[in-house]
């Protein structure tokens, strides 16, 4: 993507009225990735330009049906058809890094192949080399946003996911992975709710993947229903939110159109290709800040971001920084989401522990974060009237409960 496109990039994203989907998919998978992104920062456009743009997260542009079978033919495993009964030639999905086909086996069973768009590789490490050279020349003349909202670390962290979709084997090693916390912690914390697909490993590879047929609605699909509950959420986030802090270890991009509902109302995580870890000092910190806030312990909140400086703060400036802070959550247990998001309020608490504090949220930091703002997105669009920290409280005791969570320390210090 060069400087030129980009700017025009922001324009769709940012003016008033609809973007024009079509152009933005046209520009590559670049353009899609960020708009995704986009679309769930409601803190800076409108919640109907996000409607829009989530349309990005089943509906992109598909292959034309020939070119499917053209690309089953030469990419797919050896003796691949032979195993098949019927593929569906119209997609049921599209997302953009490939689209996915209705098919059924020989042996009977509903399956469905998910085939890489050919063109995709290739052109996103072209416009990620290209825009991660422009970026580094912006950061020049604009040091602090390396360390606040740093874009390179953005451009890294979608490239870094993004690449791993590209390899459709990393979806089952991703759920594998997954899977196996979920069994190691079972006896101290339950995640029953909680499955994954059926992927049959004979028959994929680099470019296919073929998986059970999951009958049942996204979270995309439930918030258009209008049918998503606040204890269905509450119950995503206590299993999700045990990966993210409780592990380190995460679902990367668990947006609405990548967790399912079934039929028997299991959670049913797909596209697990983009496995995130974080640090266990970014983990830990981030949860005791999460912890203390639900408990409207604001100085012990603010002090744990500190594990996140780089920095020993001389008196005067810690008492800056915490004043700083107070400001920020002033009636922030008053206030609903709807009135104050948790994405809006988390980019000025970062600028702050930045700024003031010396903390570095690094690339390591934005998956958890970016994680968080999925949630935020989930819950503005469905149930904008709750507290959504004070909510989370009994589960974040849960957590430190059931999970064992290290003690923060200072990773820069001795």
């Keep these: 993507m060069r400087v030129w496109t980009f700017a025009k990039f922001i324009r769709q994203i940012l003016k008033a009225g609809p973007a024009d989907l079509d152009w933005i998919q046209s520009q590559g998978l670049l353009a899609v990735k960020l708009a995704q992104i986009f679309a769930l920062r409601s803190d ?35 003796g691949f058809f032979d195993a098949f009964e019927e593929i569906d030639k119209i997609p049921i999905a599209a997302a953009s890094v490939g689209q996915v086909h209705r ?19 290739k052109a996103f490490r072209r416009d990620v080399r290209r825009m991660r050279r422009w970026l580094r020349i912006f950061l020049i003349f604009m040091p602090k946003l390396r360390k606040v909202g740093n874009p390179v670390a953005l451009l890294n962290h979608v490239a870094d996911y993004t690449t791993r979709e590209l390899d459709l ?4 090693s991703g759920a594998d992975e997954l899977k196996k916390i979920q069994l190691e912690i079972d006896d101290t914390f339950q995640m029953h709710r909680l499955r994954f697909p059926k992927y049959y490993r004979e028959l994929s590879n680099h470019h296919v993947l073929v998986s059970e047929f999951i009958r049942g609605d996204s979270l995309e699909d439930g918030i258009d229903a209008g049918s998503l509950s606040w204890s269905t959420l509450l119950d995503l986030f206590r299993i999700h939110g045990a990966y993210l802090f409780g592990i ?6 668990l947006h609405p159109g990548n967790c399912i509902i ?16 974080a640090p266990k000092h970014v983990s830990s910190s981030l949860f005791r800040f999460f912890e203390h806030l639900s408990n409207s312990d604001y100085d012990d909140a603010f002090q ?32 609903s989401i709807g009135e104050q998001s948790l994405t809006q309020i988390m980019m000025k608490t970062v600028r702050c522990a930045v700024e003031e504090a010396g903390a570095v949220f690094g690339e390591e930091a934005f998956p958890i974060i970016r994680a968080l703002m999925y949630l935020d997105g989930l819950v503005i669009r469905t149930h904008p009237d709750v507290k959504l920290i004070l909510s989370m409280s009994p589960y974040l005791e849960e957590f430190r409960t059931c999970l064992s969570i290290p003690e923060p320390y200072p990773p820069y210090k001795n």
């Design 44 to 78: 800076i456009i409108p919640v109907e330009k996000c409607r829009q743009l989530q349309q990005l997260y089943q509906h992109a542009s598909s292959i034309p049906s020939e070119s499917v079978f053209e690309n089953l033919e030469t990419r797919a495993p050896e």
């Design 103 to 121: 098919a059924r086996l020989k042996t009977g069973e509903d399956v469905v192949i998910k085939v890489i768009k050919a063109q995709n590789e």
């Design 169 to 172: 084997r990393n979806e089952i």
């Design 248 to 253: 380190g270890t995460f679902h990367g991009d």
């Design 262 to 277: 079934d039929d028997d109302g299991m959670f049913v995580f797909i596209d697990n290709g983009a496995i995130c870890h």
């Design 304 to 335: 744990s971001l500190l594990g996140l400086s780089e920095e020993d703060l001389d008196e005067l400036r810690k008492e800056r920084y915490m004043s700083k802070m107070h400001q920020i959550y002033h009636d922030f247990e008053m206030r």
